[in-house]
Nanobody, 124 residues
Framework: QVQLVESGGGLVQAGGSLRLSCAAS????????MGWFRQAPGKEREFVAA????????YYADSVKGRFTISRDNAKNTVYLQMNSLKPEDTATYYC?????????????????WGQGTQVTVSS
C-alpha cells in the first residue's frame, strides 16, 4: 500500500513557476514508477510527466515539454514537478500517481495509487 500526498500548488501569474511535491508513504517507494497527471474543470484527466523507479528515464506530454521537469528523491520518498513558464492553460488540479509494474507511463489505468491532488491556478 502506498499513500501519496501532493503539495505546492497555488496561484501564480503567467510566466511564473511552481514546484509540486508528492510525498509517499511506505518503504518501497523506489520500486514504483511515478507520474503526474492533471485535470481541468470539465476536461478529462491527462498525463503530464512520469519518471521511472530509479529516475533513469523521464517522459513528458508535448504540452509541457521544455517547461516542466519531473524528478525524484528516493531517500525522501518524494517526487517533484518543477513547472516553469506557466500558462493559463496549465490551470488544473494536479495529481501524482504510483505504478508498480513495467509498462507504459502515459495511461491512467497503468497506475495503482493516486493522491488527492493539489490545485494550480495560473492567471493571465
Amino acid at each position: 500500500q502506498v499513500q501519496l500526498v501532493e503539495s505546492g500548488g497555488g496561484l501564480v501569474q503567467a510566466g511564473g513557476s511552481l514546484r509540486l511535491s508528492c510525498a509517499a508513504s511506505g518503504r518501497t517507494f523506489s520500486s514504483y514508477g511515478m507520474g503526474w497527471f492533471r485535470q481541468a474543470p470539465g476536461k478529462e484527466r491527462e498525463f503530464v510527466a512520469a519518471i521511472t523507479s530509479r529516475g533513469a528515464n523521464t517522459y513528458y506530454a508535448d504540452s509541457v515539454k521544455g517547461r516542466f521537469t519531473i524528478s525524484r528523491d528516493n531517500a525522501k520518498n518524494t517526487v517533484y514537478l518543477q513547472m516553469n513558464s506557466l500558462k493559463p492553460e496549465d490551470t488544473a488540479t494536479y495529481y501524482c500517481a504510483a505504478k508498480y509494474y513495467i509498462g507504459t507511463y502515459y495511461y491512467i489505468s497503468q497506475y495503482d495509487y493516486w493522491g488527492q491532488g493539489t490545485q494550480v491556478t495560473v492567471s493571465s
